[in-house]
């Protein structure tokens, strides 16, 4: 008998956009963070994400911020030791499912954007997300003065659904980037 054996590539299911203008999708479900690292707490996040898209018949999407928000905005923070390259994030991302990748330019000038802007002018208007899904913790805007009661607040009005993931943890202990970094 002959056999034929036939390596497969890897399938490269992830788009990736480094402009916002680019980015057109239906039913985008989206979250959005820095992902330094993408740990257990994170899968976690991503895991919730991808079953609600499911559900909806959308698209998993994730908003990354890069670099990462404390190295433009501390100067403490400029040797900042990150669990993940990006190109490392990116294929985790992928590996959990994600199908689409927004690396968004984290910039001074981002930073200054109050979070009903960012809301408004990135999350209604750019992106029409149709649902938002968000860590225990997650804050945004301007001063991180963003919560999950403002997402909810403005979301309600657009019938756009956001949901709040409970931390993951191991041992007692949450699982962040913070505390890994601290145990390396």
Known sequence: ????????KSV???????????????NPVLTVGTFDGVHLGHRKILDVLVKEAEKINGEPVVLTLYPHPRKILDPNFKDLFL??????????????GIKHLIIYPFTKDFASLSSCDFIEKILFNKLTVRKLIVGYDHHFGKDRQGNIDILRNWALPFDIKVLKVDAFTLNNKKVSSTTIRNAL
């Open 12 to 26: 490269k299911t992830l788009k990736i956009y480094r402009e916002i203008k680019e980015f057109k999708v239906q």
């Open 83 to 96: 669990l993940n390259t990006l190109d490392e994030k990116t294929k985790l991302l992928e590996n959990a």
């Open 1 to 8: 008998f002959y056999y034929k054996f036939v390596l497969f």
